[in-house]
């Protein structure tokens, strides 16, 4: 038995946490410094989340660079990049498409974070080998593996304010050509504290101190077990179990017309992941995964802001079958050539009970399928992409919409991309494409319990997406700096009623939007000890309908973060941390239209300490984020967080 103090990592050993390589069907791959994506690849790696004390995925909103979570009035955190709404962004985790088709989104809230490796982030005119409705971004979740032979794992524990209680369990193995990983975590909460400035919520009582209805409780299993046949062949299989129930936070409409007084008791995934890669022979090589996934929700909604007596009742079920494959073939040593199918299956079935005028069930169904060509050329210090793929959707049911069925969209995406290797430590990047999005089910065909009125006309969304940049990694400085414009035709919207006595919503095809900005990323390692990270977007976003200019709703003009990391004596480590959200604007349903959100600044400060221990490494760490309790709005009628203050200890063996 052995007690020592002192630094427990090093910086670089932070990033060398091996990642489940079969979790990435896209890969990015490098010929010296000369990336294979067509835009830049932005990596959250394993120290940065875990810096973060995350117990899901929206804890990670602040170091997602040119993106942002917002908790929207249903109750679902939802990722924003660049502007770019949450349904044209992808999620794949492990490798398989982590959205719901039926909305094309997914709760972040509900997504652990204790087996992530990293989260890779493309933006922009990404690679059409991601598939269909990735006009927005895509992200990578890839979860970690154990690199050497032998048992380890890591055992977790926080306690906080608003009743968070977190613990965690992991175990990671490796014997031979077999490794394996299985991850079991129980979280509870009673709510999120509420800002000191709530005069602008009517749903937070003058004395109450938890935001109304924001509770959370959720148990999470996962279990993955990789064979490597030999080098060049492997196989995995993975099973991910998510079990919840949460509320939503009521919107702040004092007349309780629009407002959603919602709870989910319900919200339960379960999904069987296999991944394989096999080499077919010196040239080709295959790579993919095949899914199945199975998702139930209910969802309760009540009269009023007291939730005793219920509204209705609505239960969810969809199942879902899918395919990644992606085919390389390395033509020579300077061409090559990817060809990728992505495809899934989904019914979705709504059982919606208004508890007095009965109950109405409503089936849908979509396919949703895309085949992708992208060829690479090496040319000296120049790499050039081009890259087409066939997207489409297909609609086999409709609910009470049945002249929908039978009917489909589709369109081609397109990518022209090039990379200069300026020097050894410098590469100048620029690509164009054309992506598109088509509407989901529920935005055409569902009215949410009412508060929307269906558009079944809706069009798809299409965008010409544009980018230059230059990219330095030195030896104590990595810095990108991007120049963005996107342009769009038929962007989806949402609209209020006029007229409407119920104050419901439409949505709506804008005439055309554009999107215009920079982007800027920086790791400055000032000493051996202390380093500073940075992101900053600027964004000019407007609209067009009929002709008249109007802003876009929640598209801030500013998303900056800047992180401080002083690695003190003796295991000791301070982290300080500032979040700029800046002005944006948000529909209201009590003017019918726009108003805007003042800008805000969060700070948030980490003290942790690092300790090896009979040969285990402990970690122990209090954090407060928003220190000064600032009121932020995540939507015009949602509050954010106040201050919240939790601590924990984490033992990795």
Known sequence: MSFSFGEAQTESDKDTIRVYRLGEIVTEGARGSQKIQPTKIKEIKYHEIKE?????????????????????????????????????????????????????????????????????????????????????????????????????????????????????????GKDGKFNYIGNLSFLTRDGLKAPKDNKFDFNLGKYQELITNSYSDRITAYLRGEYEIDDDNKIGVSFNHIDGEQGAIPENYPDGITNRFWKYPVWLRSIATVNGEFKLSELFSVKGAIWVDKFDQTIEDYKSIDFRELNSKQYDEDITTGIRVNFSADLSSNDKLNFA????????????????????????????SSFGLEYKRFLGDWVFTVGSSYDRFDIGKAGVFTEAEGSSFDDFAAILGVTYKLSEVTDLFANLGKKSRFPTLRESYSAALGKFVVNPDLKAESGLLTEIGIDYHGHDLDATLSIFANNYIDLIAQTSIAGDTLRRKQRVNLDEATIMGAEVLVKYYVTYDFDLTGHFTYMNSKGTVDGIKQNLEYRPEIIAFLQADWRLYGGLDLLGEADL???????????????????????????????????????FFIRANNILDQARKDKISISSPGRMIYGGVSVAF
Do not use: C
């Open 341 to 368: 199918i992505n495809g899934f299956n989904t019914t979705h079935t709504e059982e919606i009970d208004d508890i007095v005028g009965g109950t109405v069930t409503r089936d849908f169904a979509q396919m949703t």
């Open 52 to 172: 973060q004390d995350a117990v899901n995925m929206e804890d990670l909103n602040a170091i997602i660079p040119g993106g942002f979570i917002q908790t929207n009035s249903r109750g679902e955190s939802l990722l924003y990049l660049r502007g770019a709404g949450e349904r044209s962004i992808a999620l794949f985790f492990d490798g398989m498409y982590f959205n719901i088709p039926w909305d094309n989104r997914v709760d972040l809230s509900m997504i652990p974070t204790d087996i992530i490796g990293n989260l890779k982030i493309s933006t922009g005119a990404n690679s059409v080998l991601y598939g269909a409705n990735v006009m927005g971004g895509a992200v990578n979740i890839t979860t970690t593996e154990r690199d050497n032979d032998g048992i380890g794992g890591n055992v977790g524990l926080q306690l906080g304010e608003g009743g968070r209680k977190y613990s965690s369990v992991k175990l990671e």
């Open 581 to 619: 959200m800046g002005n944006q604007y948000g529909i209201s349903d009590l003017v019918g239209g726009l108003v805007p959100i003042d800008a805000t600044t969060l700070f948030n400060l980490r003290l942790s300490y690092k300790t090896f221990y009979s040969e285990n490494l402990y970690t």
